[in-house]
């Protein structure tokens, strides 16, 4: 049973979490977060400071392999990883002042309020200018559900 608790559980954790990272963009806070409190016990501040921590070799794989398929958007990425990484640095200091149940609410309302908004919003169609390694990756897609 020690063996599942320290190595199986996160193991299994992090196995659907890189599923989730590489196919969706998400998987540290969505799945690990949750999975470490209600699985592993831990309490909610250790919960997210042990997912950011795993998160930064999981983008690092990830983004290796989208930047080959050439699907990065590189303006965008710079962009929006500098003020990320500004404000989650400053942010992550603060999590001391919040109590554990408050942080699990307001991960809560966050999942479900973008949750709601991807499934009611229609579906994102292609833009004209694609990201400057586009052509160098094949289209593979099965264009699923456009018409």
């Not at 196919?23 to 540290?28: A, H, K």
């Not at 586009?134 to 099965?142: G, L, N, V, W």
């Amino acid at each position: 049973m020690k063996f599942l608790s320290l190595i199986g559980i996160p193991f299994g954790i992090g196995a659907a979490s890189g599923m989730l990272a590489a196919l969706c963009g998400v998987g540290g806070g969505v799945i690990m977060v949750p999975a470490f409190v209600m699985l592993l016990g831990l309490d909610q501040k250790t919960a997210i400071a042990t997912s950011m921590a795993v998160i930064v070799p999981t983008a690092i794989a990830a983004t290796s392999q989208h930047y080959k398929n050439g699907l990065i958007d590189w303006k965008i990425a710079v962009a929006t990883a500098i003020a990320a990484t500004l404000t989650s640095y400053f942010v992550a200091d603060t999590i001391k002042a919040f109590r554990s149940e408050t942080l699990t609410r307001i991960f809560a309302v966050a999942i479900i309020v973008f949750g709601v908004i991807m499934l009611v919003s229609p579906t994102q169609q292609k833009t004209k200018t694609a990201p400057a390694d586009a052509e160098r990756a094949p289209d593979t897609s099965d264009n699923l559900g456009q018409k």
